[in-house]
């Protein structure tokens, strides 16, 4: 038995119709091997997922669709913390796409979490580039330039975050950091107490700002 990728109704694997949604199941169809590893991968069956995926490129399926499929692998392996894998997907993802900012972005997050911080902050512009409104675009762009010990250039990222989305209460924080190992207090606090504003008990937050501020 398996399950229809759109209503998840359990079918019999030689049918050609889902019994309960009607949809036509036609099971060496590109577009309806995705939708199945899409269900796979949002019931938490990710090696399920994963070979579902992997089945669609060694098919050689449809140029457009390959894309997606990179995608999802790159993040599936990210998930199960297969870092070199992901990181090889998502580089494919991008070069099939190149304008694809979400591409670009998941890229930067593998990477960031493997420790290679300068491709981390070449993949995160290369995202704001085709999307400057990506919000954790400059999130994590910030941190990987404050990995990178270039904190001037981490702070104007967080800032044009903050600019864009002023309730980025984690965002904030991150800027705080910066600003208080750098020595600078007064706009560390400014940005700690608009976090205790919104959350009175956040500990990370008391913990930079001195009672007489707070």
């Known amino acids: 038995m ?6 998840n109704h359990q079918t019999n694997e030689n049918a050609r119709f889902c019994e309960n949604c009607g949809a036509i199941l036609q099971r060496n169809d590109p577009a309806h091997q995705l939708s199945y590893a899409n269900r796979l991968e949002v019931e938490g069956r990710f090696t399920e997922a994963i070979a579902e995926y992997e089945k669609l490129i060694e098919k050689g399926s449809p140029r457009e669709l390959l894309p997606a499929v990179r995608k999802h692998l ?6 199960m913390g297969h870092l070199r894998r992901a990181k090889e997907h998502l580089q494919a993802a991008c070069e099939a796409e190149p304008g694809n900012a979400t591409f670009w972005h998941d890229l930067g997050v593998v990477e960031y979490h493997a ?7 070449a993949a995160f512009q290369e995202a704001l580039v085709r ?3 990506l919000l954790l675009a400059y999130f994590w762009l910030g941190n990987a330039l404050y ?3 270039r904190n001037d250039e981490a702070v104007d990222s967080f800032r044009e975050l903050l600019d864009r989305y002023p309730n980025f209460m984690v965002g904030h924080f991150h800027l705080g950091v910066i600003y208080a190992r750098r020595g600078n207090v007064v706009e ?3 940005h700690f107490r608009k976090i205790l504003e919104k959350n009175p008990e956040a500990a990370a937050a008391q913990f930079y700002v001195g009672p007489e501020t707070k």
């Open 2 to 7: 398996t399950r229809c990728p759109y209503c």
């Open 115 to 121: 420790a290679e911080f300068d491709g981390a902050i």
């Open 131 to 133: 999307d400057p409104d």
């Open 188 to 190: 560390a606090e400014e």
């Open 74 to 79: 790159g993040n599936l392996h990210f998930r």
């Open 147 to 149: 990995h990178r010990g």
